[in-house]
């Protein structure tokens, strides 16, 4: 079976802070797909990144950038210099051959100003 | 340009009374879904299209079905609206990751 952990459930940070949203998969498989979505208050999902399991870069766009730890199971997300805009509730997710995608509970980040 | 587009944005139906919402896709992908998403919880997989073929989730309710005309349509029916069925409901289509619409938002009175 597949699971996805986000242990934090909200997370509230002033401006300009970077803040790092964790995910832990469980999965069998040795072959899978991690992704991360955020979805703002109008209610769509909004791809942020897709990432192989033979893939563990790190990876850097703009503000954001995803630290995948196939040792830990590990699939981190940082926002750098966080800002207003980027409130929202982040979802990690996983895909294997076998089975759907499977969401995490999802984490609220609040961006104060 | 959306290529996703879910009809309407919010829905409002009386307890009991059926109701149809819409999704229509301009990719061109073979595999539709449909999402229930209630407040503050993860979407959950109601059912999904590979072309034609559909495929329930084990722990679908009856109440909920679906059709899918063609490739760019897919419609869900909830047969007769329960107030546990208001939610954000979420279409989307995969290639090599999920495309989701906007997700019609559902209030049952």
């Known amino acids: 079976a597949q699971k996805v952990t986000q242990a934090q459930t909200e997370i509230s940070v002033v401006e300009k802070e970077d803040v790092t949203l964790d995910c832990v998969y469980e999965?069998?498989?040795?072959?899978?797909?991690l992704f991360w979505y955020k979805q703002p208050p109008s209610g769509e999902l909004v791809f942020l990144i897709r990432r192989n399991s033979f893939d563990e870069q790190n990876e850097i766009s703009g503000r954001y950038s995803w630290n995948f730890q196939k040792s830990t199971s590990s699939f981190n997300f940082t926002i750098t210099a966080s800002q207003v805009v980027d409130s929202a509730v982040y979802f990690c997710?996983?895909?294997?051959?076998?089975?759907?995608?499977?969401f995490g509970e999802g984490t609220q980040l609040t961006v104060n100003p | 340009d959306a290529m996703v587009i879910q009809n309407p944005r919010y829905q409002v139906t009386q307890f009991g009374k059926p109701v149809t919402l819409s999704c229509s896709q301009t990719?061109?992908?073979?595999?539709m879904y449909w999402y229930q998403q209630k407040s503050s919880q993860a979407p959950k997989l109601l059912f999904h299209?590979?072309?034609?073929?559909?495929?329930n989730e084990a722990d679908t309710p009856d109440n909920f079905q679906s059709r899918r005309p063609n490739t760019s349509f897919c419609f869900l029916d909830i047969r007769s609206p329960g107030l546990g069925d208001a939610a954000m409901y979420l279409c989307?289509?995969?290639?090599?990751?999920?495309?989701f619409g906007a997700g019609t938002r559902l209030s049952v009175l």
């Open positions: 997710a996983l895909e294997t051959s076998g089975s759907r995608l499977t």
């Open positions: 990719l061109n992908h073979n595999v």
């Open positions: 989307a289509t995969s290639r090599d990751r999920l495309y």
């Open positions: 999965t069998r498989d040795t072959t899978y797909y």
């Open positions: 299209y590979y072309d034609k073929d559909f495929n």
